[in-house]
């Protein structure tokens, strides 16, 4: 009796971890058509695209093992040549411009995410607490990265990464909370 029902669990692990496995191709799709949607500001390197939406998603749906492999093929596919980055470009040359810090910090911000979730839960505060880590993530990778390759301070990339984007990413953050809440709540009424 409780062989078959290990086996059984282990077949449901097993199917839960092929779909997340496909959602992983799924959000690296997503953040790839986010990359498409580019705004170029003429006064910093740093585009408007959507991508940071779909990666604060990533981490929350996805979790920390699988949203960052989404993040891994997102980034080799990039790093490799393909054009996913933003304004359809590729090469491992974007990763080390101006704009690649924030690309590694995509890679940890599901890290993030999925840790906050695990530790305070699902609920509407504590994935907009999650996705602002996240954003948080981001930022500072982007920033740290932005002021070398610059070599003009930290305050200047906070003004050219930051300052311009918060508005824009906060309201990103709003339509990801309300999106996961809507999905969840119907998941959890079926």
């Known amino acids: 009796m409780h062989t078959v029902k290990s086996l ?20 690296a799709l997503f953040i790839t ?42 980034t080799g596919a990039g790093a490799i ?31 993030i995410i999925s840790a906050i979730i695990k530790k305070i839960g699902k609920g509407i505060v504590a994935t907009s607490l999650a996705m602002l880590a996240g954003l948080f993530v981001i930022y500072l990778f982007g920033v740290v990265h932005l002021s070398v390759f610059l070599a003009n301070g930290f305050g200047t990339a906070v003004k ?13 953050i709003a339509l990801g909370v309300i999106l996961v809440h809507s999905v969840w709540r119907k ?3 079926s």
């Open 81 to 111: 040549g393909f054009p996913v980055f933003a304004g359809a470009v590729g090469g491992i040359s974007v990763v080390l411009g101006p704009t690649g810090g924030y690309i590694v910090g995509f890679l940890v911000a599901p890290l």
């Open 187 to 189: 998941a959890w009424n």
């Open 8 to 27: 059984a669990t282990k077949r449901i692990l097993i199917r839960r971890d092929i779909t997340m496995f496909f959602g992983s191709f799924i959000f």
């Open 33 to 74: 058509m986010g990359a498409f949607v580019y705004i170029p500001l003429p006064f910093t390197p740093v585009p408007i695209t959507l991508q940071v939406l779909f990666v604060l998603l990533a981490g929350v749906i996805l979790g920390e093992r699988f949203g960052t492999l989404s993040m891994l093929l997102y």
């Open 160 to 172: 050219l990464g930051v300052i311009p984007f918060v508005a824009g990413d906060l309201v990103k």
